[in-house]
């Protein structure tokens, strides 16, 4: 075909034809291979119209119309008529594909997560093909789906249980067509880290309290939690059985209890009250000293906005009863937050009621005040439910429960990508409570090992979690860097571009989108057997006809400085020369 161009006389009377390549790179050229592994359609198109502005163009694109990179060329801005002959096969196959999955990327255990898929169909009969999600080679779920040329399109949600802990793998599959050509898109595989958060909590106590009832109710209240309460002597415990330890008021008969806390680094909570010992407390390191007197004060509650540990709504502390405690400064010694501030009678005091700390990640809550039953339940006076409450203390469990180090940051990352492809990036960042934190801003940062070249990108959010696309990287292995800014978290690691000839995952070429492109610009579709018949109606086309232009230029003589001074130089030559030989 192109040399049919090259050597037709009358066309090449009629223009002056110039030859380009297209694919990964734009470039004159006078031979074409089509076998690029990427297309870019629309970069050409706009460079033409760039290099032959003033000029009137017929393009002749030679082109399958599938494009893998780029703008999409069906909105080029482009003035000049396009002439598209379609290379490839044109018939239409019938295809079905899981477009995408979506699902979140933790689940708990025994808990019901969210499974969404997105079904598409292109072809014109009626069908009904099965749907299944598989776990471990065994189906879990499955569903007849119908799909028909208007009704092409499925979103399907389902709810799995997490019933294995760790990281369970999931397969989402649909049935083949009859003689489908591609089925490499009719599954597509995922996973799920499934937690097991369930804690066995101590509450030590050396008296019995309606404030420990409260506890083990609104600690209970998540089935994921058993509470036991002890009353405190002096024989060593098995306090690693536990995930969290509640000291509550505690005095000198807990001295070897606080001992084995401390020497194992273990997480605890304390609550004070008018039974505590503080002297006691004073001299354990605690991290906490109080200068009191021997009179109970109430302090009522002052919620505190910034406190940034983990979320915590105000469930309306200033309006709770008033919590009993010694009189008396307290004083904190360690890094910490505080959720809430004491108020006394009105004044606001800026005395810690409730503080979190984490001290080489031992974590500590301490709470300064008894009777938290009267708190539970003027929460349900309130608003008809524990739930408030409970959940409130839930907050304190979970982020002084977690013994285990977990990473506050995960990131969805793979390890190969195919060339041309969007490169889909998550990460998942979590508050010192191990919930998920919608405030952080997120940074990535990619380096190519073999050019050095270095870019950031930063994470979009994206419901429960944060997102990035990558496009048009080279192929070749890059090194990266996800960190959480104004924090002192990071990952790093490594993936790779692999080449994909992702031109052979189509399979027809687009002439409609072709057919549309020479419409908009007023050109006209070829297809590769009928190619003659573009060389003919470009001959007889009245827009490209031939036109000469002259240019005329005057220049004055003295405009020429260099001549002049020539000219000059050799008159007085002349008239020198011819004195001096009239004067011998």
């Known amino acids: 075909m192109l040399q049919k161009f090259k050597t037709h006389e009358n066309l090449n009377k009629r223009f002056d034809i110039n030859y380009y390549s297209f694919g990964n790179l734009f470039q004159q050229s006078d031979s074409f291979s089509f076998d690029e ?35 999409d060329y069906q909105y080029t801005s482009i003035k000049d008529p396009i002439f598209p002959v379609v290379i490839g096969d044109t ?14 990327r933790y689940s708990f255990i025994n808990n019901q997560f969210p499974v969404e898929s997105i079904l598409q169909y292109e072809g014109t009969q009626t069908i009904k093909l099965r749907y299944s999600l598989e776990n471990n080679g065994k189906v879990i779920f499955s569903k007849r789906i119908n799909f028909s040329e208007k009704n092409n399109s499925h979103i399907l949600k389902t709810f799995i249980k997490a019933s294995k802990e760790g990281t369970n793998f ?54 994921q939690r058993k509470v036991t309460i002890k009353i405190v002597d002096d024989k060593k415990n098995q306090l690693n059985n536990y995930q969290l330890v509640v000291l509550y008021q505690p005095n000198k008969k807990f001295n070897t209890i606080i001992n084995q806390l401390n020497s194992s680094k273990s997480s605890f909570m304390l609550i004070t009250g008018s039974k505590t010992d503080w002297s006691f407390l004073n001299n354990k390191s605690l991290g906490i000293n109080k200068k009191n007197i021997n009179q109970l004060e109430n302090y009522s509650a ?19 009863p008033p919590l009993i405690d010694y009189y008396g400064e307290t004083t904190v010694s360690i890094p910490h937050q505080t959720l809430l501030y004491q108020n006394i009678n009105g004044y606001n005091s800026q005395n810690p009621l409730l503080i979190t700390a984490n001290q080489n990640n031992q974590k500590k809550v301490f709470l300064f005040g008894e009777g938290l039953w009267k708190w539970r339940s003027t929460s349900f006076v309130k608003k008809n439910s524990f739930q408030n409450f409970d959940e409130f203390i839930g907050n304190l469990v979970q982020y002084s429960s977690n013994k285990k180090i977990r990473n506050r940051l ?56 944060y997102q990035l696309e990558l496009t048009s990287l080279e192929v070749g292995e890059y090194e990266y860097t996800i960190k959480v800014d104004e924090q002192n978290i990071s990952k790093k690691g490594t993936f790779k571009i692999n080449e994909f000839l992702i031109e052979e995952q189509f399979t027809n070429a687009n002439s409609n989108k072709l057919d549309l492109l020479a419409q908009k610009t007023a050109g006209k579709l070829y297809f590769e057997d009928k190619y003659r018949l573009v060389i003919d109606d470009l001959i007889n086309d009245n827009r490209f006809s031939t036109i000469q232009k002259s240019k005329k230029i005057i220049d004055e003589l003295v405009n020429w400085q260099w001549l002049m001074l020539l000219i000059i130089g050799l008159l007085s030559l002349e008239w020198f020369i011819r004195k001096y030989i009239g004067k011998i």
């Open 302 to 320: 002052r919620f505190h906005n910034g406190f940034l540990n983990f979320s915590q709504k105000n469930i309306d502390f200033e309006n709770f």
């Open 91 to 104: 018939t239409k196959y019938q295809d079905v594909k899981i477009a995408q999955i979506n699902v979140n």
């Open 410 to 465: 995960d990131l969805d990352i793979a390890s190969f990508y195919n060339a041309n492809s969007s490169i889909q990036i998550g990460a998942f960042y979590v508050d010192e409570n191990y919930q998920f934190d919608d405030r952080a801003t997120i940074l990535f940062t990619i380096k190519n090992k073999k050019s050095k070249n270095k870019k950031t990108f930063p994470f979009s959010l994206s419901g429960t979690s």
């Open 170 to 223: 999931f397969t989402s599959k649909i049935e083949y067509l009859e003689n489908e050509k591609n089925v490499v898109n009719n599954s597509k595989n995922f996973s799920v880290d499934v937690i097991n958060k369930q804690t066995e909590i101590l509450i030590i106590s050396s008296f019995y309290h309606p404030d420990l009832g409260a506890l083990k109710k609104a600690i209970e209240s998540d089935k």
């Open 37 to 71: 592994n990427q297309t870019d359609i629309s970069m050409p198109l706009e460079r033409i119209s760039k290099i032959q502005k003033n000029a009137s163009n017929a393009i002749v694109l030679l082109s399958d119309g599938n494009q893998t990179i780029g703008n």
